[in-house]
């Protein structure tokens, strides 16, 4: 693709959209940017990009504002656009696009077309960032050069798979959590290896029903080939009822991956007395070619690891059915990851990592901000920050693994209705909640009806998490699970858990620890 001759219109200046800006910058396009409200940290954002590639940051930048329900007033339509994954796919612009011929892509697309690394892309409703963040702790320790991206927010690998693409070489991997709305807008988008962790009720503000939703997730295996996996966590219910569509409407990608034996429904499986299954990284613009013989693939497309040249040659010994696995989550006391570190341990597995090395680094794997994070033990009363939390399902996931008794700091913004699921599983699994935010009334009303009375509302974080340590006694564990997104008093979860880390460390400043 010409870029050099491409106009492209790039509506919202998030960090995708500043990153892909700064992309095509490099590569000759023509660029406007498009928001509702340009923020100036994101114009200094892009400044800094250009810099660090040794551009003009002078150059002739198009930059308009956007209003939320109309489309900018073009004399002529652009070659392409690239949306933000915050516009709803009801947006005029899209219908506008369309009539245009003009083709919409998210910025994960444009990651794809300039990669020369192949893709291991995970998606799902909660654990995909725990397990992306796995699989590449894994793959760097059994030193597989890989690059952790995407929709990766609040951790220190905070880049997205555009940036990403044009550090990684063709014999590394790019390891890349996207979402459902970033899958909304691909056209090409095809990952190597394609992991969903779960498909629960979530989003539906945005995509209007579960169905829309979880199709929406789906898209990650349209355009799989033979060559290429994809690993599902087959248990979750999600996924069989997104499986029973996708058969049913004869999907490409997953009828190619399907026959060729590699759809990967239980993890557990691939541990075996067998070689491991491995995966070559190789080049091409967007495309990994073809598995080596070795891999258990049909073909030997240029590019593939001949036989006896894989990663990982002569793996030690494996017990059956991922037990060795098992046995390492608990040293690490990784229980919370549950079948996500499965997932991910499958993954190394096929890119050629032995059950040893799997198991060690299992062991050193620490988790990842604001998902099940312990912050502090003041007077015997643990803190766990999961301000990732932001919906029914996780909260559930959550509150079952949290150390008991334990004291919930639960609500925010209730996205899905779903305050009679938030408060059953407080009910079932806590001792007290302090209900917090725009909805957390209501979840406390739904307690009520259900005979649950050892709730409060404490309206503010603050005042929640002095509430909880009030209330908690040594032994016991106050845990930030809001069950519900963030917006109504914060700018996003990673906001939230690091208010919730300063309370606790006011907590402790004041003498109390």
């Known amino acids: 693709m010409n870029w050099s001759e491409m106009r492209v219109a790039i509506v919202g200046t998030g960090r995708s959209g500043i990153a892909a800006a700064a992309a095509l910058l490099q590569r000759g396009a023509t660029v406007e940017l498009y928001d509702r409200n340009m923020q100036l940290d994101a114009l200094e954002q892009l400044m800094a990009h250009l810099e660090n590639a040794q551009l003009d940051p002078d150059m002739e930048i198009t930059i308009a504002g956007f209003p ?14 690239i949306v933000s994954p915050a516009l709803p796919p009801s947006h005029p612009l899209f219908e506008g696009a369309r009539a245009h011929g003009v083709p919409v892509w998210s910025e994960i697309e444009l990651g794809y077309r300039l990669a020369k690394a192949p893709i291991i892309a995970i998606t799902g409703t909660n654990a995909k960032t725990t397990t992306a963040a796995l699989v590449h702790h894994l793959l760097t320790h059994a030193g597989i050069r890989a690059h952790l991206c995407g929709n990766i927010a609040g951790t220190e690998s905070d880049q997205t798979l555009t940036t990403a693409a044009l550090k990684a ?26 992991v969903i962790t779960n498909i629960t009720p979530d989003h539906l503000d945005y995509h209007g029903s579960f169905e829309a939703y979880a199709r929406a997730k789906g898209r990650l295996l349209e355009n799989l080939t033979p060559d290429d996996w994809a690993v599902l966590n087959g248990n979750d219910a999600g996924i069989q009822q997104l499986l ?13 991956v399907e026959r060729a034996g590699h759809l990967i429904l239980n993890p557990a499986s691939l541990w075996g007395d067998e070689e491991p299954k491995s995966l070559s990284p190789s080049g091409g613009e967007g495309v990994a070619e073809a598995l080596s013989p070795a891999c258990g693939g049909e073909g030997t497309g240029e590019g593939a690891v001949p036989s006896g040249e894989e990663r990982n040659p002569s793996p030690q010994p494996s017990p059956q059915r991922g037990e060795g696995v098992s046995d390492a989550l608990s040293l690490s006391g990784g229980e919370g990851m549950g079948e996500g570190a499965l997932l991910a341990a499958a993954v190394a597995r096929i890119v050629g990592c032995s059950e ?27 803190f766990i920050n999961n301000s990732m939390c932001t919906n029914a399902a996780a909260l559930d996931y959550s509150l079952r693994l949290a150390p008991k008794p334990c004291i919930v700091i639960a609500g925010g913004v209730d996205k899905n209705d779903s305050a009679e699921q938030l408060a059953d599983a407080i009910r079932r699994y806590c001792r007290a909640a302090i209900l917090i935010g725009q909805d957390g009334e209501r ?66 400043e004041r003498g109390q620890g």
């Open 169 to 194: 070489q063709p014999d590394e991997w790019l390891v890349a959590e996207v979402s459902s709305f970033q899958l909304q807008n691909i056209h090409q988008f095809r990952p190597h290896i394609a």
């Open 244 to 256: 029973k569509w996708l058969r049913a409407e004869n999907c490409p990608g997953l009828l190619n």
């Open 356 to 382: 040893a090395q799997i198991q060690t680094a299992l062991t050193s794997f620490r988790g990842v901000p604001h998902r099940m994070e312990f912050v502090a033990e003041i007077k015997g009363v643990r």
């Open 443 to 508: 979840i406390g009303a739904c307690l009520s009806a259900a005979g649950y009375t050892n709730w409060r509302y404490a309206g503010t974080l603050e005042r929640a998490v002095e509430q909880a340590f009030a209330l908690a006694q040594s032994g016991e564990t106050v845990i930030l699970a809001p069950g519900c997104a963030s917006f109504d008093q914060f700018r996003n979860f990673i906001e939230r858990g690091e208010r919730f880390r300063a309370c606790v460390r006011t907590l402790s």
């Open 68 to 81: 939320q329900q109309d489309v900018p007033d073009w004399e002529s339509p652009p070659d392409l656009i």
